[in-house]
């Protein structure tokens, strides 16, 4: 091995580095919830479970509703993946689908589906993208001794408690269609 060729141990860092970036730049843990919520949903139905010398089958009348459901449950994880922009209509569609799957799936695969959907919809909804962190590179700019400074509201000035707009603005608040009286 040569002094310019990364080791496994420098390539695995690399990827573990690229990998955390990918997953803060989405709703990662929300669409991991989802898929695996999807799958005992969609698995269930057609499963045979051993207990012992007995053999339970799980078989509904709407085995292929919650087939339906599981698949669009894994769908719905891998959009908040991989387009997260539209996080919050996946998150409302990943709600819906688990409240759904509770009468047509077996209890939602046995409610581990269903709390796990559930959540991971919860999830994506309350997702927002973080803002970018301060560059370590550039000074600090803080008031006196590194104490931040009072916070100004866009369209104000320091100096006084009006926005700038405000003097300048005629509103006819009172057109006489609006009154309560």
Known sequence: MSAESPGLRDRIRNW????????????????????????????????????????????TTAGAGSLIIGVLLITLGLTMWFHSIVRVFAGIATILLALVSIPVSNLGGFMVGFLLALIGGALSVSWAPGEPGEDPAEPHRGGRGGAPEAYTPPGTSPASEEPDWFASATVDVNAGRHRAG
């Open 16 to 59: 573990r580095r690229g990998f955390r970036g990918w997953r803060g730049s989405r709703p990662f843990w929300a669409g991991l919830l989802t898929i695996l919520g999807g799958i005992p949903i969609a698995y269930l139905p057609y499963a045979n479970l051993k207990v012992g010398q007995l053999t339970l089958r799980m078989a």
